[in-house]
């Protein structure tokens, strides 16, 4: 109790001798400065501040075109319509030069490698018509044709099964088919007919 009544005479002197020199000096300079802002107010802005505000904003500009440019280089457009079929990374991950990023298939049109036999070449011409089975889909045929046949004998990939396995040259070839429901998948085994080969 005897702390704050010698606290509180010491207040009440300061308050009888007035303000101290730095308490007014400081409030002076605070004046002053208040004055000065209410001047430029009442002028207006000064030419070097909008000056730098445009500048500010022409930067500003220029930071955000570049940054849309930069965004553009981080897309990638497939050249055809389709869907993706494999993903070669993760998002995040920093993509090569050149890299491919996703495997793209056009589904709509589905085709098949297949292979003949020698003996059933001659009866086998470009856009004969084949018919296409899957397990999938049990008593169903899709229809396609025959888009090429390769000039040279290959050895039955291992990958292969064939009806007749002594014959051991056969011939690639590619049936094209319609897929608009998408149904046919890539990787998905099946057998083709051709039409009028008996193969």
Known sequence: ???????ARAAL????????????????AILAAKKENL?????????DLIRQAEEKARAASESLALSEKRKTYAQAFS????????????????????????????LSRAW????????DLGLVKIGQKAF?????????LFEGKVTFISGQAEFTPKNIQTKEERVKLVYRIKVEIPNQSME??????VDALIEGSGS
């Open 79 to 106: 050249p055809i319509g389709g869907v993706v079929l494999y993903e070669h990374l993760d998002a995040g991950e920093y993509a090569p030069a050149g890299a491919p990023v996703v495997t793209v298939g056009d």
């Open 1 to 7: 109790a005897l702390e704050s009544e010698r606290q």
């Open 39 to 47: 001047a430029l107010l009442k002028k207006g802005a000064r030419p």
């Open 112 to 119: 098949l490698r297949a292979y003949i036999q020698e003996t």
């Open 184 to 189: 046919l998948k890539p990787g998905m085994p």
């Open 132 to 140: 296409i089975s899957s397990d999938s889909y049990p008593g169903r």
């Open 13 to 28: 002197d300061l308050a009888k001798k007035g303000p101290r020199e730095e308490q007014i000096s400081q409030a002076e």
